[in-house]
C-alpha cells in the first residue's frame, strides 16, 4: 500500500479501531466528491478566500486520516489562496483531481 494515498499504520494508531477507520474513509469518499466541487467552482471564480478555505480544511481532514497526498495538496492549495496566485489554481485542481482518482481506486480495491 503506498503510504502517500494512505498510510495505514498512523492512521489506525490516531482513529484506534478499524472498522472506524474504514466508515471516516468512507465518509471521505462523499467528501472529496464536495471538495471537488467547491475548489472548481472556487477556480472558476477566481475566488481566493473560498480556495484558501477549501484547502484548509482539505489539509487537515486528509492528515487527520493519514491520506498524505491529500493532505500536501490541500496545503499547497491553501497556501495558494492565501497568496492570491490564482495562476496556479487550474494546475493545482489538476492534481487534486488525480489524487482524489488514487483515492478512489485504493477504496475500490481494499
Not at 474504514?22 to 475548489?39: A, G, K, Q, R
Not at 492549495?77 to 496556479?88: F, M, N, S, V, Y
Request: hydrophobic share 40%; proline share 0%; aromatic share 8%.
Amino acid at each position: 500500500m503506498d503510504k502517500n494515498i494512505f498510510d495505514y499504520q498512523d492512521a489506525i494508531e490516531r482513529v484506534g479501531d478499524e472498522e472506524l477507520l474504514y466508515e471516516l474513509l468512507d465518509d471521505f469518499l462523499e467528501f472529496s466528491d464536495e471538495i471537488l466541487s467547491d475548489i472548481e467552482k472556487a477556480v472558476k471564480e477566481g475566488n481566493s478566500t473560498m480556495i484558501r478555505n477549501s484547502g484548509h480544511t482539505l489539509k487537515g481532514t486528509a492528515a487527520n486520516l493519514s491520506l498524505q497526498n491529500l493532505s500536501d495538496i490541500g496545503l499547497e492549495i491553501e497556501t495558494a489562496g492565501k497568496a492570491e496566485l490564482t495562476d496556479k489554481y487550474e494546475d493545482l485542481f489538476a492534481r487534486l483531481q488525480s489524487a482524489v482518482a488514487e483515492f478512489k481506486k485504493f477504496m475500490q480495491e481494499k
